[in-house]
Each structure stands twice: as C-alpha cells, then as structure tokens.
C-alpha cells in the first residue's frame, strides 16, 4: 500500500497539478480502443503497467475536474497527452502515479519512482557524476540521484523532445534528502547549459519519489510544443 507516498506527494504538489493512482497488479481494465491497440504485442506485465498508467492519468485529469479522455502512446513511447494538458506517468515498487496539468498552469511535469534500496555498483558510475559521487557517498545517494534525474529527464522532454543521457545532469541532494537541483552539462535546446531545474524528494511507503514541475514560463520558449 503506498497511502503515505501519496499523501506525501500531494503535500508537496502546487495548485494546479493533480495525482492519480492505480494499481500495475491489477488486471487490464479501462483501456480506449486506440490504447489497447498499442499493447495488443506487448507482454501482460507491460500491458497492466500501461493500463494502470493510463487508469491514474484520467483519474487526474477527473480531480482537476476534467473529462477523462484518450492517452495514447507517440513514436517515442511518451504518453501523447490531450490538448491543453501535459502529464507525467511513472510505475514502481508496486504502485502507479500520474500528475496532470492545463498548460496554461505548467510547460512540464516530471516524476519517478524507485526503491528505496542502494543502487547496485555496477550501476553507480553509469548514473552518477564525477561531481554526483563527490557531494554525495550515502548508501542510497546513487538511488536518489537516479530518481531525480529520471523525474528531470521526464519535464524536460516535452519542451526539448531531446534525449539526455545520464551524465548530461549533474545532481545535487538537500541535507536532508527533501529536494534535489539537477544542472544541465550540455546545451538542449530550449534548454542552455547551465540550466537548473529543482524538485522535491520523498521517501515512504519503502519508495523514493522525485517531482519536477516547470511553471508555464518555459513553455514561452516552445509556443506550438507537441504534445
């Protein structure tokens, strides 16, 4: 049950971005004709994932009094979002999240969900800076530095449709684990070097969160943006 992430997350949300959940377990309930159609290949696991993903996203959409509607896969994989909305869909550690917003609100929304457990060590170069592993030495920094650049990756990429690679953010953790800054190492355009983008941390439930909300500013960069 993940109750206490939830209730932490929503604490943490602005006016104007809704969560929704749903369970990945549960069975393949809900899908629109033109969803199921993505998934008809896919394995069941993929396919409960991609239900419940779609299950949480109008659940959000109907708490920011919306019509629930039509979510379907783009070329890339990323959700292709109804017009005036933009969203943000991630599965772990046995639950699934999505966060919705107007447009006019937030330019990008981006969340991750992880383990709370250490990163294995084969991983920790692949994720982790050189300036990543010298701030931080935690047993669970390599984690949350994943999380926070996967959340980062995620609102970015509806502004940039640019692919980023781990060692193109550079994370730096609150002392208290509570928020992150991830900087920039390369240009991507709307994007310069050097940008920094913040967001919130949360740890419950025996799962990591990372939140990113990009305030409608960033979108003057991309006026005619997909979706």
Not at 2 to 25: F, I, K, N, S
Not at 45 to 63: K, V, Y
Not at 201 to 222: K, M, Q
Request: charged residues 20%.
């Amino acid at each position: 049950m993940t109750e206490a992430l939830t209730a932490t997350l929503r604490a943490l949300l602005p006016p104007g971005v809704a969560l929704g959940q749903a369970d990945p377990t549960a069975p393949v309930t809900g899908l629109l004709p033109q969803e199921a159609a993505a998934m008809a290949r896919a394995v069941p696991a993929r396919q409960r994932e991609f239900a419940a993903g779609r299950r949480a996203a109008r659940a959000a959409m109907i708490t920011l009094g919306l019509p629930s509607a039509l979510v379907p896969q783009g070329g890339d994989r990323a959700p292709v979002w109804p017009d005036g909305l933009t969203g943000t869909i991630s599965h772990g550690a046995g639950t699934c999240l999505a966060l919705v917003a107007r447009v006019g609100d937030f330019a990008g929304l981006g969340l991750d969900l992880e383990p709370a457990t250490a990163l294995p060590d084969d991983l920790r170069d692949t994720v982790c800076t050189t300036q990543d592993r010298a701030r931080h030495t935690s047993a669970l920094a390599g984690r949350l530095i994943f999380c926070a650049k996967e959340a980062t990756y995620k609102a970015q990429y509806v502004l940039s449709r640019q692919l980023l690679e781990f060692h193109d953010l550079a994370v730096t953790l609150s002392p208290d684990v509570s928020r992150f800054t991830a900087t920039l190492l390369r240009p991507c355009p709307p994007f310069a070097e050097g940008t920094t983008f913040s967001g919130h941390l949360a740890i419950a439930d025996g799962i990591i969160a990372a939140l990113i909300t990009l305030p409608h500013e960033s979108n003057t960069v991309f006026p005619d943006r997909g979706q």
